[in-house]
């Protein structure tokens, strides 16, 4: 072995310089090489040891780290397989983290530049350019939530023009900035709506912030009349947002709730609360139940050919038949506890069923409501209303016998008022003929309320507008004849 002041050698020489293999320790001791040497340099194969435990194993020339070889560090625990140009990561090559991530591509001076594969501790993949180890160029990322994007990058940010998939189905393409959408570019939301315009920051410069009902605060129609809404979606100065369509928009119809409750019998009273429909609030200082609605296109003009139905989310029109033995009971059963008979089911679908209005997607910011209909009042909105009729001609109120439990059991509430027909007064008997007799009468004069709320599912980014009201009243048919005999 050889001694120095330039450290301690153990293996070949050739003219008194180290060639062939040996075992070389630095003088500082933190450097140690073991491997092939030429004239006194390190060249060919070996490794060179650090003494913290990182280490370099592969080609030397003329004593530098030149070629293809494999990189330790011990700090930070990442392995680096690839090329080499005087001690730097430079060319192609394979850099496995601790943390589990992978690159695979081209380096120079030891930091990723060029092409190359990146996947990251939370498996995201990005597989395109780089530059001064960032994203840089053209490339594609797959997210860790799924969503997919391939564009243009800038220093590990989306800028530029590009394009996202998102796990939902949405699809963006236009411009970039800060990695958010900024500039000219067109969504394609999961729900079916599109924005096509300009976005500041990841929004919609044009957004809608608000739904409008056209037309005059309070809404005049002759008894038995459709109605036609015309709708704007517009932003906060009011301006339509016809960069915008797709969303989807529902008409509702409300009745007043305390004036029915006011004149309501505390049984009747107490069906309500069972059947709990949620009022609600409006922005005229009361609340509102809902009323059916009716496309009058497809309406037939016969309440036997709707069956109201009562849900937790309001009234709707039974669309489903009704099995043979539910609608004709066994003999001898009694199905309404001595309560009268029932309307048959078999007469109410008889005819033509109406439909309830079609939600409306929206074209450019508009949407229209064509030929709606308030329905003729359901059977259990007849009791309440009856019984106004009844007070106002000095007539009694029908008396509180029926329980909540035997109600629940009745098709039609309007049967409810009496025990039975065996036990009728005369006043109560001439109310239920009353009550038959507006069966097929079309909605009562009053006022109304109409709402049209967004119904899109999803939420288009995440937000839902706030529903637009409109007051709506309807004027008696004598009213329309008067105006004729004036003429």
Not at 53 to 74: H, K, Q
Not at 240 to 262: F, K, M, N, P, T
Not at 296 to 311: D, G, H, M, R
Request: charged share 25%; aromatic share 10%; net charge neutral.
């Amino acid at each position: 072995m050889a001694a120095s002041r330039s450290g301690s050698y153990s293996g070949g020489l050739r003219a008194r310089r180290r060639d062939g293999y040996g075992l070389y320790v630095y003088p500082n001791t933190f450097f140690q090489y073991e491997g092939e040497w030429r004239q006194g340099k390190k060249h060919g194969h070996g490794k060179l040891l650090f003494k913290d435990g990182s280490y370099y194993e592969g080609e030397f020339v003329d004593g530098e780290i030149l070629g293809n070889g494999l990189r330790y560090w011990a700090s930070s625990g990442n392995t680096y397989s690839g090329q080499f140009m005087l001690g730097e990561l430079h060319g192609h090559g394979v850099m496995q983290y601790r943390d589990g991530g992978k690159y695979e591509g081209e380096f120079s001076c030891g930091m990723r530049e060029g092409y190359g594969l990146l996947v990251d501790s939370d498996g995201q993949i990005y597989q395109g350019s780089f530059h001064k180890n960032k994203k840089h160029g053209g490339g594609k990322m797959t997210f860790k939530n799924g969503d997919k994007y391939e564009g243009d990058w800038i220093l590990d940010q989306r800028q530029g023009h590009g394009e996202l998939h998102c796990a939902d189905g949405s699809v963006y393409e236009g411009q970039w900035r800060n990695d958010m959408f900024n500039g000219q570019g067109t969504i394609i939301h999961c729900s079916g709506v599109i924005y096509d315009g300009l976005w500041i920051n990841g929004y919609p410069a044009a957004q809608a912030k608000k739904i409008v009902i056209l037309g005059p605060e309070v809404i005049d129609i002759i008894q038995g009349s459709s109605i036609t809404l015309h709708v704007q979606l517009q932003n906060e100065e009011g301006e339509v947002c016809e960069s915008e369509e797709g969303r989807v928009l529902e008409i509702w119809a409300g009745i007043r709730d305390h004036q029915i409750r006011a004149s309501s019998p505390t049984n009747l009273f107490e069906l309500i609360e069972e059947i709990e429909r949620k009022p609600v609030k409006t922005p005229f200082g009361f609340e509102c139940i809902s009323y059916p609605l009716m496309d009058a296109t497809s309406e037939s003009q016969k309440l036997k050919a709707a069956f109201p139905i009562v849900s937790k989310s309001g009234f709707a029109w039974a669309d489903l038949s009704i099995p043979k033995r539910v609608i004709e009971p066994e003999s001898g059963s009694d199905t309404m506890h001595g309560a009268g008979d029932a309307p048959s089911n078999q007469d109410v679908f008889e005819d033509e069923r109406p439909c309830p209005p079609a939600s409306q997607r929206v074209e450019h910011g508009c949407a229209i409501f064509r030929n709606i209909l308030l329905a003729p009042p359901p059977a259990n909105y007849l009791s309440f209303l009856l019984v106004d009729e009844v007070s106002k001609k000095g007539g009694r109120k029908p008396s509180d016998r029926i329980s909540a439990e035997k109600a629940e059991k009745m098709t039609v509430l309007q049967e409810k008022i009496g025990d039975s027909r065996s036990e009728m007064t005369p006043k109560r008997r001439e109310l239920k003929n009353d009550q038959c007799s507006m069966k097929n009468c079309s909605v009562l004069p009053g006022k109304y309320v109409l709402m049209v709320h967004e119904v899109t599912i999803p939420p288009f980014l995440g937000k839902t507008l706030p529903p637009a009201f409109k007051l709506l009243r309807v004027l008696p048919e004598k009213t329309k004849n008067k105006k004729a005999t004036s003429k």
